[in-house]
């Protein structure tokens, strides 16, 4: 990992066209070949990012540090370093993922072994299914294509920004996109719904103690 501080502007052509004025700002270089552009707020959020494979060529103009980065897509992100001020790479190694909890985790392998509560007609492709940014809980498929499934115990709005991401990244899949999102969990919060519905993601509440028995299957939809 490469992580830089940096007084830079940004510049981004492809799908639209944006600008960030000059700030500082933290440049963040995964190993995987992401890359993605930081202000000191908006949690997690970067202000703009390029998914792996992504290819980065350094230049040098004015005394200023030219990062031009492009993707298979024709992507463009331009970011020029009017002046850095810290710079550090650390190799981090791999990394054994989210250990979830034992509820959440039993949970998933029961909608996976009756994959049947999710929807009819859904088959279950792989649990922990890969993507560059880690692996989605279930992927499905039913007769209109591929469905990622993210299962929560708790259902917040961090949740469906994790599942936000994971289908941009499958949706760089030429052999699976497109795939829709599907987020699960016992207890879903308002917030998390709006958020959903606006990122067309279905949600579906479940009860465990009813999956544990399948005494009654039936899940409640949202």
Known sequence: ??????????????RLASHLPKAQRLIMVKADG???????????KPLNWMN????IHETTEN??????????????????????HHEVSAELGDDPGLQKDGVEAHLQELLA???ETLG???ELVRREFPTPIGPVDL?????????????????????VEQLTRYLDA???DPQLTPVRGMFVAQEIKPQALTLAEHRNIRCLSVDYDELRGMTDPQARLF
């Open 1 to 14: 990992m490469r992580i830089v501080i940096t007084t830079c502007t940004v510049n981004y052509q492809g």
């Open 34 to 44: 992401s890359i993605s552009i930081h202000a000191d707020d908006r949690a997690y």
């Open 52 to 55: 792996p494979p992504c290819l």
């Open 63 to 84: 005394d200023e540090i030219v990062w031009s980065v492009s993707n298979k897509q024709g992507e463009l992100l331009v970011i020029t370093m009017h002046e850095v």
């Open 113 to 115: 072994t009756h994959v």
């Open 120 to 122: 009819e007609g859904f």
């Open 139 to 159: 992927l499905c498929k039913d007769k209109d294509g591929y469905i990622a499934v993210e299962v929560k115990r708790r259902g917040e709005i961090d949740g």
């Open 170 to 172: 499958l949706n760089l």
